[in-house]
């Protein structure tokens, strides 16, 4: 019961103070209440404005001090952060006729997968990030792919959603096939 007064004791301190009469509540499906509320905190700081009072209860996430139009912006980020993850898989693929290097660059190109500025990595491996941000798409089916050749090995390393792993790696083995060979 006492607990009870406190809170309403506090409601009523924040509703005195000027700041919203109804907290902002989000209800979570996929992400980490305390996720969200450290996202919240920092997102608050930076901008510069009074402090939000963010508190967790269960899956909900309950704001406070929030003004109409940080009420819009918070609500929309939540919205973005709060989707499904989505299962990532890897795997090697090893290639007998082609170059790693080069069979990435072009499907990278096929795919339309933007890769970054590759970094130098242990073992031959290259680095290459993919920008997999498509306004048009739904962000819950995106395409995640990496290519990434290990130069050494002769290998491609995937990263991507089952179905995404199988796509390329049918599209290597098609890739990859023996030279015609040369008559002279």
Request: charged share 25%; hydrophobic share 45%.
């Amino acid at each position: 019961m006492k607990i009870r007064s406190l809170v309403g004791a506090v409601f009523l301190l924040s509703c005195m103070a000027g700041q919203a009469a109804e907290p902002l509540v989000f209800e979570l499906k996929h992400s980490s209440p305390w996720d969200l509320k450290a996202i919240l905190e920092s997102v608050s700081k930076q901008a510069g404005n009074s402090p939000l009072e963010v508190t967790v209860d269960g899956r909900r996430v309950l704001v406070r001090g929030a003004d109409e139009k940080m009420r819009g912006r918070l609500s929309k980020l939540v919205g973005e952060l709060d989707t499904p993850s989505v299962p990532v898989f890897t795997r090697f693929i090893k290639l007998s006729h082609t170059s790693a290097e080069k069979v990435v660059e072009f499907l990278n190109k096929a795919l339309e997968i933007q890769p970054a500025q590759p970094a130098a990595a242990p073992g031959g491996l290259q680095r290459t990030e993919v920008d997999a941000v498509d306004e048009s798409k739904n962000k819950a089916e995106e395409a995640l792919i990496q290519l990434i050749p290990a130069t050494r090995t002769n290998e491609v390393f995937v990263v991507g959603r089952a179905e995404d792993l199988k796509l390329v790696e049918s599209l290597l083995r098609a890739i990859d096939t023996d030279p015609p060979p040369v008559f002279k």
